[in-house]
C-alpha cells in the first residue's frame, strides 16, 4: 500500500474531522497530491488539492472556508483538516498522488484520471 488514508468516522452536523494519508517518500514527492471523495450513487468528486513546490492549494467551491489541505514533510503525511461539516460532506475520502500533474492545470487538478496513485478511502459519516 503506497498511500494509506485514516481518520474518517462519524461526526454530527457542525463538527470537525481531520483525515490523514501516509506516504511513501517518492510518492509524497509528486508534484501534485489531493483529496477526493465518492458518495453511494455519484461519482467521484474533486476535494482539494496541493502542489509540492510551492504548496499552493485548490479546493472544491463547496468546501471554501471550510476545508483545509496540509502536509507534512518530516512525516510524508498529507492532511485534510475539515470543519463545519454537514450531511452533504457524508462520502468515502480518497488521497490521491499525481505523477505528472500541476496544480496550474486547473482542470486537470480536478479530474481523476490525473492520479495515478490512490489510497483506499476512509468513510466520513455526518449525521443531521
Known amino acids: 500500500v503506497q498511500l494509506q488514508a485514516s481518520g474518517g468516522g462519524l461526526v454530527q452536523a457542525g463538527g470537525s474531522l481531520r483525515l490523514s494519508c501516509g506516504a511513501g517518500a517518492r510518492l509524497f514527492s509528486s508534484p501534485l497530491m489531493g483529496w477526493f471523495r465518492q458518495a453511494p450513487g455519484k461519482e467521484r468528486e474533486f476535494v482539494a488539492a496541493i502542489s509540492s513546490d510551492d504548496d499552493k492549494t485548490y479546493y472544491l467551491d463547496s468546501v471554501k472556508g471550510r476545508f483545509t489541505i496540509s502536509r507534512d514533510r518530516s512525516s510524508n503525511t498529507l492532511y485534510l483538516q475539515m470543519e463545519s461539516l454537514n450531511a452533504e460532506d457524508t462520502a468515502v475520502y480518497y488521497c490521491?498522488?499525481?505523477?505528472?500533474?500541476?496544480?496550474?492545470?486547473?482542470?486537470?487538478?480536478?479530474?481523476?484520471?490525473?492520479?495515478?496513485?490512490w489510497g483506499q478511502g476512509t468513510q466520513v459519516t455526518v449525521s443531521s
Open positions: 490521491a498522488a499525481s505523477s505528472r500533474g500541476s496544480i496550474r492545470w486547473v482542470v486537470a487538478t480536478m479530474t481523476p484520471s490525473t492520479y495515478d496513485y
